[in-house]
């Protein structure tokens, strides 16, 4: 990808064609504005939280009864991009207005910052966190989330964090969030995909998994750690989250090259010889 | 990249012999420990808010006094990957400790959800988000602000948006924000490297800069959608900001592909005959 441009746009209408280029993408993020938005042979509504997205063919044009504020992108994807190349076409062919969530002003901020910047490193930075987000949008995830409620959803992720050696208590959280329980807790399924508590132990069977493919550590160990008493109450849950034990899990996993001294050394050996 | 893992990791102590894999990095972000970080000849002490990165031909070494917990990362970089092989090598080597900001534990929570989620967009969205992250860490702009900071600027961000067509008012921003004009501005110019006032004509230029650009408007009416009721004032400002005026700035930059159907066709026709 060759980020060329992004930034504040206005105006009360304006009109583009594409045709004669292939690699030139472009969108638009309406932040003001109340209109017709035409995409190739169609016509969609423009109002503010929609971005339009025109891939390569199709010219388009827009125009507002009240003046247009946008952010406007453009990029040039090369011939290796191809796989991106047919995703957005896939995606956007046909229909290129989807409502997006209310902080993606800020993520374009930040990427227009980064690219006006004379860092080349940030410019870079610019790049791969638009590429970032051009996936996330294909990946169809709407963070639609308030900012006030992405608040939220950051300070739960926190706590969570916080309690990975220890035990996770809605109460508690919610009592720090000063907000109810069951608002919290819609909030973070909407946002999350999954409930707080499921999240939460994810992210403890994650740390559970990292422990026993990369130390040695008895399973009681690994359990104590994670602020289980009982270890094969730890077992249990562990077996049904991921479907097997912890020690047949270890089996199957150890990961040689992040394990001690002793087995670093029989892998160099053993490459010796092969 | 080849991102291969990323996730919280408990414990005391961990070693780590890097020396068989030329392509394998690895980071370690620190929530919670006390202790010292061993890193190639060097030993850097250990304590939460740090992040420790080791190239591929360093071992290392942890061990902590109380229970650790970490984000733990390792990701494979490819033959191509050359120039940011380089940089983290000139960057980190012989120093691989570095305080990041209290934000950076969401950002990794955030490409650890998307790494591992089965949905493979989401999953390069992760490496790329990765990516985006290593190049800002390159940079050496360090984002050190707190939660509650971010916070701040997010909203005055928006607020400039929302402004751009008409005057930044700093009495109505820190009002709105309900918190002290000359903190506001010592919190913006550390996060952002500049102050509100610069920040807000930079937008306004930059999208003066965009219609001059990618429209035949008169610089009256571009004056005027930007909320300058004199055009001559407008220019002027144009000029002290870009060091040119508006009218010259157009003749330098006019971009044919992006204008009005006339000069696109006019184009096509150049390029047939070319």
Not at 163 to 183: A, W
């Amino acid at each position: 990808m060759d980020l060329r441009y992004i930034g504040l746009s206005i105006g009360h209408s304006f009109e583009a064609h594409n045709h004669r280029d292939e690699g030139v993408y472009e969108f638009h993020l309406v932040l003001e504005g109340q209109g017709v938005f035409y995409n190739g042979e169609q016509e969609y509504p423009l109002e503010s939280g929609t971005l339009f997205f025109s891939i390569p063919e199709e010219s388009h044009a827009a125009t507002s009864t009240i003046p247009m504020v946008l952010y406007y992108c453009n990029f040039w994807l090369y011939p290796e991009d191809q796989n991106l190349k047919h995703a957005l076409r896939d995606y956007f062919l046909g229909h290129a207005a989807i409502k997006v969530g209310r902080t993606t002003n800020l993520v374009f901020e930040e990427i227009r910052r980064k690219h006006q910047s004379r860092d080349s490193w940030l410019r870079h930075s610019a790049e791969y966190q638009l590429l970032a987000y051009l996936y996330e949008l294909l990946s169809g995830e709407q963070q639609n989330t308030s900012h006030q409620g992405q608040i939220y959803i950051n300070e739960a992720l926190n706590y969570m964090q916080s309690q990975i050696r220890k035990d996770f208590s809605m109460e508690d959280l919610v009592q720090r969030l000063g907000i109810d329980k069951s608002y919290f807790i819609r909030l973070f399924k909407k946002t999350m995909g999954t409930s707080p508590l499921r999240y939460y132990l994810n992210l403890k069977m994650d740390a559970a998994k990292d422990s026993l493919r990369n130390s040695e550590k008895p399973v009681r160990l690994i359990a104590r750690e994670l602020g289980y008493e009982d270890e094969f109450y730890f077992s249990r849950i562990f077996k049904t989250y991921e479907g097997i034990s912890p020690l047949p899990y270890r089996k199957l996993h150890l990961e040689p090259e992040i394990s001690a001294a002793s087995s670093a050394e029989a892998l160099s050996i053993a490459s010796d010889l092969g």
